[in-house]
């Protein structure tokens, strides 16, 4: 049984006939979650029988190494499983000033947005807290810095599995000692656990996955739109602000000729009017969608850009990183199908409450 997963508390509670199980639980919960500690043999301020009965019965972690790949960039990215055949991703990204991470909330997605390699390959289940938090700890064992930022945007869309990721995201802070702050969780703008997620009043970090700001461009890309069109998703992200006091940002996909228009850039203005937020451009990353899908050229994405700050919005632009591992969310798990089964692609979308 592994133990990532368990508070103090829980941990205590496996063992009711031990009189310092309180003590041992909190010992425990300092070792796997404060020092990433993947051997209970490191543990050295707990009893050595202690440590035999913890070896012999548990294990810290249920994640697996299928695959790890180490990008000429310092990017690592590990392809992991439970010892079956549902794999899921996890990308390990050290800046010169800091380093951050990008996790996996599900086992593939079923939102179906038509350019995503996670979304074309289909859906198997939710990720459990455990194996939420066990990506970061697996990461953390793999560099002596410290991963100071974690961002939800591998595989899976988070505000699906809204229970555990809220489980995850206080073990991430209460035990493992992130800032809020440093936690971003993106979604493709599922609005009734946007609200949901606004009750919580997490100081995290939230983003939209906008893409674009005409219906019929973003109902072709993301199916979800069908349900809760462009207006709806950034009221929806507006009210989350008020609500939580957190700046939320957008996500902007620049796929050439679909995305990439002067009009959309345009369209962006009045929509996004009042929110001074960061709104990140991200060059399409190449993946055979059948659609024929494909990056704008530089000189389309910087004026696309010009447009946006010459109305004084705050914009930014992600840097590939990786490109020789195939870091980009879902690429990996999608190469990997020789060896583990493919998922069943018939997406099914979530009933609307
Ligand atoms: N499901 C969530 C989070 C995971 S996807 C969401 O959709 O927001 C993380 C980000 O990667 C999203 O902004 C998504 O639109 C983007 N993405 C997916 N496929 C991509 C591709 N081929 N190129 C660039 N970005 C992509
Ligand atoms: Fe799922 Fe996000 Fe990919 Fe859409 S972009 S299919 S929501 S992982």
């Known amino acids: 049984m592994p133990l990532i997963g368990l508070d103090s508390v829980e941990l205590a509670a496996l063992f009711p006939d031990r009189k310092d199980a309180k003590m041992r639980g909190k010992q425990l919960a300092h070792h796997i979650y404060t020092r ?4 209970f043999n490191n543990m050295q301020d707990l009893p050595k029988d202690f440590r035999e009965v913890l070896a012999e019965n548990y294990k810290i972690s249920p994640l697996e190494i299928a695959t790890h790949r180490k990008s000429v960039d310092g990017v690592e990215k590990l392809l992991v499983h439970n010892g079956d055949n549902q794999v899921y991703e996890c990308v390990l990204l050290p800046y010169k000033d800091r380093v951050s991470c990008c996790i996996s909330s599900q086992v593939g997605c079923p939102m179906g947005c038509t350019f995503c390699a996670t ?5 198997d289940r939710n990720l459990t807290a455990g194996e939420i938090v066990g990506q970061y700890l697996l990461l953390q064992s793999l560099t002596e810095r410290r991963i100071s930022h974690v961002v939800f945007m ?11 990721l809220i489980k995850a995201l206080k073990f ?6 992130l800032s809020y702050r440093h936690l971003t969780v993106s979604t493709v703008g599922l609005v009734p656990q946007i609200k949901e997620l606004a009750k919580e009043r997490l100081p995290i970090h939230l983003a939209l996955s906008l893409h674009s700001p005409f219906d019929e461009v973003r109902d072709r890309l993301m199916p979800v739109n069908q349900k809760w069109p462009v207006r709806e998703v950034v009221r929806a992200m507006r009210d989350y602000q008020t609500t939580t006091s957190r700046k939320v940002t957008f996500e902007y996909l620049l796929i050439k000729d679909v ?3 002067p009009e959309q850039a345009k369209a962006l203005i009045p929509l996004l009017k009042g ?3 960061v709104i990140n451009l991200i060059p399409f990353n190449w993946v055979d ?6 990056r704008p050229d530089r000189d389309r994405v910087r004026h696309f850009r010009r447009i946006l700050e010459q109305a004084g919005m705050n914009v930014t632009e992600r840097t590939e990183r990786g490109h020789d591992i195939a870091a980009a969310c879902g690429q990996l798990a999608g190469q990997h199908q020789g060896k583990f089964a493919r998922r ?4 099914q979308l979530p009933q609307r409450s």
């Open 36 to 39: 990433a500690e993947t051997d």
């Open 259 to 261: 995305t990439d228009t």
């Open 172 to 177: 991430l802070h209460e035990d493992i000692g």
């Open 154 to 164: 591998g595989m899976g869309e988070p505000l699906l599995n809204l229970k555990n």
């Open 119 to 123: 979304g074309l390959g289909g859906f």
């Open 275 to 277: 929110m001074p937020n």
């Open 344 to 347: 069943d692609s018939s997406a």
């Open 289 to 294: 969608t059948g659609n024929g899908f494909a």
